[in-house]
Antibody, heavy 121, light 109 residues
Framework: QVQLVESGGGVVQPGRSLKLSCAVSGFTFGTYAMHWVRQAPGKGLEWVAVISFDGSQRSYADSVRGRVSISRDNFKNTLYLQMNSLRPEDTAMYYC??????????????WGQGTLVTVSS | DIQMTQSPSSLSASVGDRVTITCRASQNIGTYLNWYQQRPGTAPKLLISAASSLQSGVPSRFSGIGSGSGTDFTLTIRSLQPEDFATYYCQQSYSTPITFGQGTRLEIK
C-alpha cells in the first residue's frame, strides 16, 4: 500500500535551516509529482511546493520562494524540503503528498502523517 | 495567483442532515477542483477530484459538482454520519501556485 513517512522536523531558531525528508513506498515514486503542504497550528492548509516526476519542474508558494528548495532522489524514493532563513511564521505541520500524475499541476491523492516544525528562539 | 473562497467558514448540522459547501475560484479553473476532508489530528484525505469524481472508498453520500462556469463548485454530503464531522477544503490544481480554500468546519449541532 502507499506510504509516505516524513521526518526531520523539530524546534529550530529563527534564521536557521532545516531539511525535511519524505520516504515513500507502495508506488513507482519516479513517475509522479510530489508536493509539500503545511498547516500552521489551528489554521488551514497552505500549499508550499511541487516537483515534477523527474525534478525538471519546481514551483513554490510566494511565502517561501527564495528560502525553500524542493528536491527528490528517485533512486532512494525520497522527497526533500530544504528550508533556510526560517521564520516564526514557518511554524507548522509539514505534509508530503503524492501527485496524481507526473506534472506540477497535480492534486494530492495520498498524504503522509506530517512532521512538525517549530521556529522559536 | 488563483484565490479560492469557501462558504460557509463553519457549519452546524445534525446526523442525518444534508449539507452543502461552496467554493468559488477567482478565475475560470475548468474542473480542476478537488475536495479534501481533514479530521482533527490527522492528515487530509482526498474525497473528490476533477469537481465530481468520487475517490475509491469514499461513501456515495459525498458528491461534488461544478456550475459549468469554471468558477463555482459545490460539495454536498447527504445523510450526515458522525464520522463526517470534520473540516473540508477545496483546492484548485489548474495552475501553480496551487491554492486551497480557507476551509469549512462542519460541527455537530
Amino acid at each position: 500500500q502507499v506510504q509516505l513517512v516524513e521526518s526531520g522536523g523539530g524546534v529550530v531558531q529563527p534564521g536557521r535551516s532545516l531539511k525535511l525528508s519524505c520516504a515513500v513506498s507502495g508506488f513507482t515514486f519516479g513517475t509522479y509529482a510530489m508536493h509539500w503542504v503545511r498547516q500552521a497550528p489551528g489554521k488551514g492548509l497552505e500549499w508550499v511546493a511541487v516537483i515534477s516526476f523527474d525534478g525538471s519542474q519546481r514551483s513554490y508558494a510566494d511565502s517561501v520562494r527564495g528560502r525553500v528548495s524542493i528536491s527528490r532522489d528517485n533512486f532512494k524514493n525520497t522527497l526533500y524540503l530544504q528550508m533556510n532563513s526560517l521564520r516564526p511564521e514557518d511554524t507548522a505541520m509539514y505534509y508530503c503528498s503524492k501527485g496524481n500524475y507526473y506534472g506540477s499541476t497535480s492534486y494530492s491523492d495520498w498524504w503522509g502523517q506530517g512532521t512538525l516544525v517549530t521556529v522559536s528562539s | 495567483d488563483i484565490q479560492m473562497t469557501q462558504s460557509p467558514s463553519s457549519l452546524s448540522a445534525s446526523v442525518g442532515d444534508r449539507v452543502t459547501i461552496t467554493c468559488r475560484a477567482s478565475q475560470n479553473i475548468g474542473t480542476y477542483l478537488n475536495w479534501y476532508q481533514q479530521r482533527p489530528g490527522t492528515a487530509p484525505k482526498l474525497l473528490i477530484s476533477a469537481a465530481s469524481s468520487l475517490q475509491s472508498g469514499v461513501p456515495s453520500r459525498f458528491s461534488g459538482i461544478g456550475s459549468g462556469s469554471g468558477t463555482d463548485f459545490t460539495l454536498t454530503i447527504r445523510s450526515l454520519q458522525p464520522e463526517d464531522f470534520a473540516t473540508y477544503y477545496c483546492q484548485q490544481s489548474y495552475s501553480t501556485p496551487i491554492t486551497f480554500g480557507q476551509g469549512t468546519r462542519l460541527e455537530i449541532k
